[in-house]
Nanobody, 113 residues
């Protein structure tokens, strides 16, 4: 069983920066991902990082967001910069452990214009 606790988020002006973190407890954690869901929209993949540090990003955030992880501490991070109002959403961390997906509770990010 894996439990995820997210932190960070909040309100920021357009062009600003914000960091999110996700602390995971449990074993067998493999791929770690960030997703987001804006009001009235579907869940959107943001970025992923594998245990060996390989990353992949959605085109919408490429060059602005950086995903990272600390395997020793089982933490996942998302550094967001050059934020836009369109980045406003609830952000969720997601981890895969022993082929099971686990989700964080979500944290709100609001970008004002």
């Amino acid at each position: 069983q894996v439990q995820l606790v997210e932190s960070g988020g909040g309100l920021v002006q357009a062009g600003g920066s914000l960091s999110l973190s996700c602390a995971a407890t449990g074993r067998g954690i493999n791929v770690m991902r960030w997703y987001r869901q804006a009001p009235g929209k579907q869940l959107e993949f943001i970025a992923l990082v594998t245990r060996d540090g390989s990353t992949n990003y959605a085109d919408s955030v490429k060059g602005r967001f950086t995903i990272s992880r600390d395997n020793a501490k089982n933490t996942l991070n998302l550094q967001m910069s050059s934020l836009k109002p369109d980045d406003t959403a609830v952000y969720y961390c997601n981890v895969q452990a022993f082929d099971v997906n686990y989700w964080g509770q979500g944290t709100q990010v609001t970008v004002s214009s």
